[in-house]
Structure formats: C-alpha cells, structure tokens
C-alpha cells in the first residue's frame, strides 16, 4: 500500500487505510510528540489529539510538499495548543540557579543516548522545551516560533539561551551523580 493509496483511503473514510496510517506513521509522530511533552502519557494524549486532526483535516492536504512534514505540523501545533502559553512568564523565576552552573566540557554530549537525551528535554520546563524543540530539532527561526507561540523574538532567543544553560546543568549534574 502506497502513501498516495493510505491518503487517498483515508480523504474517503475507509478503516482499513485510516488503520494503515495510524499503524505506519505512530512511531515516527510519538516521537515528535514526546519531545514537546513532560512526560509519555502527555505524548500519547498528544498523538491521539493529533490523529483526531489529521483525519478531521485530511481532506485539505494537497500532495504538494511532504505528508510526512505536514502530519508532524499536526503533532506539533497539538502538543504546543496542550500547554499554557503562560509557561513563559512562570520560568522567569529561579534564573539565578541557573546562571550559575559548571562549565560542561563538549564531550560530554557523546556519552548520551537518544532516551537518555530525551529524558532530559522532556524534563525542561515547557517554554524552554518548546523553543528548544522548534529551534534546534524543527530548525524554525525565532521570527517563526514567536508568531507560532505568540511571544517575541527576544523572547524566543532568551528562552533558548535559558534552554541550554539548563541542559548543560543537568547534564553536569548527571555526570557528578555518574563519578
């Protein structure tokens, strides 16, 4: 079964393609979809949120760019509407635990595994989270994540900076807990 057969089955409400769909492309949008939640069960909330859309909106996708890139679109705009867009303002506090962390040598990123990693995005909190997912793994400018979270570019940017400086906490923080 071809994607063009899965799409077309399904812009015409067959189960079996609507089936086919779900079982091929779950994985690959669970994926998308834990990185933008706290925690799996969230994801999974997520996924299902998104299914929902894709088949309510499978009628309007026009096989001009990628299927793949416009059902990880769904998943994306699902998990970030799942989130209060107040997360911003409440991350403002605590900065100075953050802005006082060890230097982390640039090795310490090859010893992570791909769960160990996500783990440790998932545990940011969320507008950290999601700026750090659209920047570095969707590759969106923060002229874009500002208009897709309705927040500055400025704040984008800050809240990237802040993303990492978490990051590189914690994984100091693994790394004495390892020794």
Same mark, same amino acid.
């Given at each position: ?6 799409? $077309?089955? +399904? ?8 089936? @086919? /769909?779900?079982?091929?492309? !779950? ?57 209060? $867009?107040? +997360? ?8 100075? @635990? /953050?802005?006082?962390?060890? !230097? ?76």
């Amino acid at each position: 079964m071809t994607e063009s057969d899965i799409i $077309k089955g +399904c812009q015409n409400g067959i189960a079996k393609f609507q089936k @086919e /769909l779900v079982v091929r492309y !779950s994985p690959m949008l669970m994926t998308v979809s834990r990185r933008y939640s706290r925690d799996n069960e969230s994801a999974k909330d997520v996924l299902q949120d998104s299914f929902i859309k894709i088949f309510r909106h499978i009628h309007k996708y026009k096989p001009i760019g990628s299927f793949t890139a416009w059902m990880r679109r769904i998943v994306i705009n699902t998990a970030l509407q799942s989130l209060d $867009k107040s +997360c911003f303002k409440k991350e403002l506090s605590g900065l100075g @635990e /953050l802005q006082e962390h060890p !230097s982390t040598s640039p090795d310490i990123y090859s010893h992570l595994g791909a769960e160990e990693l996500l783990t440790l995005i998932q545990g940011m909190p969320d507008g950290f989270r999601q700026v750090f997912n659209l920047n570095i793994l969707e590759g969106y400018s923060h002229r874009e994540i500002g208009e897709i979270l309705n927040i500055t570019e400025s704040t984008s940017r800050s809240q990237l900076v802040r993303a990492r400086n978490y990051l590189k906490k914690m994984l100091a923080k693994r790394d004495r807990i390892r020794v």
